[in-house]
C-alpha cells in the first residue's frame, strides 16, 4: 500500500477556508523602511528592525571584515570547535549591557526558549505561563516534561491562585513585551509573586532590548530590577540588534547549567563569528545613539495619537508594536491586501498566533521611519474600510 498525503491536503484546505493560511512574500532588498516585496516598493510597517540597524553600514562592515577572518560557517558546536574570541567577546559585553554574570549565545530565540526551560525543568516540576505568551515559550514548556499551567494574561491573582499550592521546583515564564500585543508583562509583581513563593521568574525580553529603558537595557531596566528580581533574561539579537541570534543573561550557576544541560545549545553549530562581529558593533551603536530609541518612541506616539483621532481601534501598547484590532481573518487579510495596494506592507496576523475573533494588523516601526511616513500610514488608513 502506498502511503499518500491525502489527509494533508485536506489539512491546507481546511485552512485556506478559514482564511487562516499563510503564504512567503519574497524580498528582493535590503531590510529597511523601503522594501521590494513581489516585485512592488513599499514602505515597510511589518518589521522588528526597531533600531534601523538590519542595514547600518558599520555593521555590515564589521561583519564584511570577520568573514575575511573567520569565512561564513563555524563548523560546529560552541562545546567542540565553534566557540571563538568573537562569540566569548559578544557574550561578555553584553552580560556587562544586562548587568549580570554571564551571557550564553544561542543560534536562534525559539532554540534558546525551548533549550532554558527543558535544561530547568523535569517531570514533577512545574512551569507557570502567562497565556499569551510566545509560541517558543509555550513549546519550551511542553517539551520539558513539567506540570504545565497556564495563567490569565498579567492576572497575577490567578497565578498565585494556581502556584500557592506548589511543593515542587518551580519556573515563571512570561514575555516581557507581548509580541502580537505590544503591551509590556507587570514584572515587578511577578518577581515579588515568584520570591514569595521560591520560584524562578524567567523574561523573554525579545522586543524590549533596544526599545525600553533609558540605555535600552529593555523591561528589566525600564522597571529597575536586578538579576535578584529575575533570575533567566533572554533576548533576541534579531530585532532592535538587527542581526541574527539570541542569549540567556543570569547567574553563574545558570550559566554554566545550560552549557551542560541545554540540548538545543549542546547539539547545533555555533552561529557565525561574523554575526558575533557585526552584534558586537550593534550592542555599540545601541548604547550610544539614544536618539533612535528616543525617534522610535515618537513615532510610535505620533500614530497612537493619529490613530485615536481617526476612530481606529488600536490597541493599549507601550512599545513599538501598535496592533490594529480587526477581528475576523478575512476581514484583516482584505485589509492588508488594500494597503499593499497602496504601497505599505502591514502583516496580518491570525489565529492560531492571536486567539479566535482577535485578528489584526501588526503595526511596528523603526528610528528609520519619519513622521511623513506615519501620517501617509494613518491617511491610507482612514480612506480604506475597515
Known amino acids: 500500500m502506498t502511503v499518500g498525503f491525502a489527509s494533508l491536503e485536506d489539512d491546507l484546505e481546511s485552512l485556506k477556508k478559514q482564511n487562516i493560511y499563510r503564504s512567503r512574500r519574497l524580498v528582493s532588498s535590503s531590510q529597511g523602511v523601503c522594501i521590494e516585496v513581489d516585485g512592488k516598493k513599499v514602505i515597510n510597517f511589518s518589521s522588528n528592525n526597531y533600531l534601523g540597524l538590519a542595514n547600518h553600514p558599520e555593521v555590515i562592515e564589521s561583519f564584511k571584515k570577520a568573514t575575511n577572518q573567520y569565512g561564513v560557517g563555524t563548523g560546529s558546536a560552541h562545546l567542540i570547535c565553534g566557540h571563538t574570541s568573537s562569540h566569548q567577546a559578544l557574550e561578555e559585553e553584553l552580560a556587562a549591557f544586562t548587568g549580570r554574570d554571564r551571557v550564553l549565545l544561542f543560534s536562534t530565540g525559539f532554540m534558546a526558549n525551548t533549550g532554558i526551560i527543558s535544561a530547568l525543568l523535569t517531570r514533577g516540576d512545574f512551569v507557570f505561563e502567562d497565556r499569551l505568551n510566545h509560541a517558543s515559550l509555550l513549546d519550551g514548556g511542553l517539551l520539558s516534561g513539567a506540570i504545565f499551567k497556564r495563567y490569565i494574561h498579567k492576572d497575577i491573582g490567578n497565578l498565585q491562585t494556581k502556584i500557592k499550592s506548589t511543593k515542587r521546583k518551580s519556573l515563571i515564564v512570561t514575555d516581557?513585551?507581548?509580541?502580537?500585543?505590544?503591551?509590556?508583562?507587570?514584572?515587578?509583581?511577578?518577581?515579588?509573586?515568584?520570591?514569595?513563593?521560591?520560584?524562578?521568574?524567567?523574561?523573554?525580553?525579545?522586543?524590549?532590548?533596544?526599545?525600553?529603558?533609558?540605555?535600552?537595557?529593555?523591561?528589566?531596566?525600564?522597571?529597575?530590577?536586578?538579576?535578584?528580581?529575575?533570575?533567566?533574561?533572554?533576548?533576541?539579537?534579531?530585532?532592535?540588534?538587527?542581526?541574527?541570534?539570541?542569549?540567556?543573561?543570569?547567574?553563574?550557576?545558570?550559566?554554566?547549567?545550560?552549557?551542560?544541560?541545554?540540548?538545543?545549545?549542546?547539539?547545533?553549530?555555533?552561529?557565525?563569528?561574523?554575526?558575533?562581529?557585526?552584534?558586537?558593533?550593534?550592542?555599540?551603536?545601541?548604547?550610544v545613539e539614544n536618539w533612535r530609541r528616543d525617534k522610535l518612541l515618537k513615532l510610535a506616539n505620533r500614530f497612537t495619537l493619529g490613530a485615536k483621532q481617526i476612530g481606529l481601534q488600536i490597541l493599549p501598547s507601550a512599545s513599538a508594536i501598535q496592533p490594529l484590532l480587526i477581528g475576523d481573518s478575512q476581514s484583516a487579510i482584505r485589509l492588508s491586501n488594500d494597503l499593499l495596494d497602496k504601497g505599505f506592507l502591514v502583516s496580518a496576523i491570525r489565529p492560531p498566533t492571536v486567539p479566535k475573533g482577535q485578528a489584526r494588523l501588526r503595526i511596528t516601526f523603526s528610528a528609520n521611519h519619519d513622521e511623513q511616513q506615519i501620517d501617509q500610514l494613518l491617511d491610507a488608513l482612514e480612506s480604506t474600510t475597515l
Do not use: C
Not at 222 to 241: E, I, N, P
Open 176 to 287: 516581557g513585551v507581548f509580541s502580537m500585543d505590544g503591551d509590556l508583562a507587570l514584572l515587578p509583581a511577578l518577581s515579588l509573586t515568584a520570591k514569595k513563593n521560591e520560584a524562578w521568574l524567567m523574561v523573554d525580553d525579545a522586543h524590549g532590548f533596544g526599545v525600553l529603558g533609558a540605555t535600552g537595557g529593555g523591561i528589566v531596566e525600564h522597571y529597575g530590577l536586578s538579576q535578584q528580581d529575575v533570575a533567566v533574561l533572554m533576548g533576541t539579537l534579531g530585532k532592535s540588534f538587527g542581526t541574527f541570534g539570541a542569549f540567556v543573561a543570569g547567574s553563574e550557576v545558570l550559566i554554566e547549567t545550560l552549557i551542560q544541560k541545554a540540548r538545543s545549545y549542546v547539539f547545533t553549530t555555533a552561529l557565525p563569528a561574523a554575526i558575533a562581529e557585526a552584534t558586537r558593533t550593534s550592542l555599540r551603536i545601541l548604547m
